[in-house]
């Protein structure tokens, strides 16, 4: 069964700090795992997506990392902000989307 | 939210109501999707379009209903056969849908609509 499980369900760091979302698949076959950021109530924005053979991707302050070995993406967010605050979704490609619970971040000054 | 408009952006309903989500885009998109969108949950496919005139059902079709007789224009209708509607739609779109392009081409969302069943 094709499965996306994102980690942590959520989380709250202070503005400046660094953080790091998770997401490992499951699904197969594979095309590409996208990450959008959803501001509550609002649709899904892109901010990055991989396909098979890249491993880095980068949007200003987010980097995202995939490694199609392990089946496991990583969204890495620089110096965060308040407007950093948001759920961010994993998703991935293949057959059909599969999407992510998404990643409840909450950015405090 | 890119060139994709949906309106009203909240929404009452009375139950046994059927009501329709508007949603509109002008990326000249090939590709329309309607989501569902649940707390605590991942968003969930309801019907999706690749070409006027077409329309193929989701994983969660039962009680919604939608036409394409315009390229910019891809409504839903929740029926009241629809058992628990109260929930935040998402319409979104792609150059080419999922049959043409292997789900690769990213998906545009619109700004949603929020739905509550009184």
């Known amino acids: 069964k094709n499965q996306v499980e994102q980690s942590p369900q959520s989380l709250i760091i202070l503005e400046g700090k660094n953080c790091t979302l998770q997401?490992?698949?499951?699904?197969?076959?594979?095309?590409?795992l996208r990450w959008y950021k959803q501001d509550t109530g609002r649709g899904p924005v892109s901010l990055t997506i991989m396909t098979f053979s890249e491993n880095t991707k980068s949007n200003g302050r987010y980097t995202a990392t995939l490694d199609a070995d392990t089946k496991q993406s990583s969204l890495h967010i620089t110096a965060s902000q308040l407007s950093d605050s948001a759920s961010y979704i994993c998703v991935v490609s293949g057959d059909a989307l599969n999407f992510g619970k998404g990643t409840s971040l909450l950015v405090t000054p | 939210d890119g060139g994709i408009t949906q309106s009203p952006k909240y929404l009452f309903r009375k139950e046994g109501q059927n009501v329709t989500l508007s949603c509109e885009q002008n990326l000249n998109h090939d590709a329309m999707y309607w989501y569902r969108q649940d707390p605590g949950q991942g968003l969930r496919l309801i019907y999706y379009s690749q070409i006027v005139n077409d329309f193929q059902k989701g994983d969660i079709a039962e009680g919604y209903s939608v036409s394409r007789e315009k390229k910019e224009s891809f409504p839903l209708t929740v029926t009241s056969a629809q058992k628990n509607p109260t929930a935040f739609y998402l319409c979104?779109?792609?150059?080419?849908?999922?049959?043409?392009?292997?789900?690769?081409?990213?998906?545009?969302f619109g700004p949603g609509t929020r739905l509550t069943v009184l």
């Open positions: 979104a779109s792609s150059v080419r849908g999922p049959r043409t392009s292997g789900n690769t081409d990213t998906q545009y």
């Open positions: 997401c490992n698949y499951t699904v197969s076959p594979f095309s590409n």
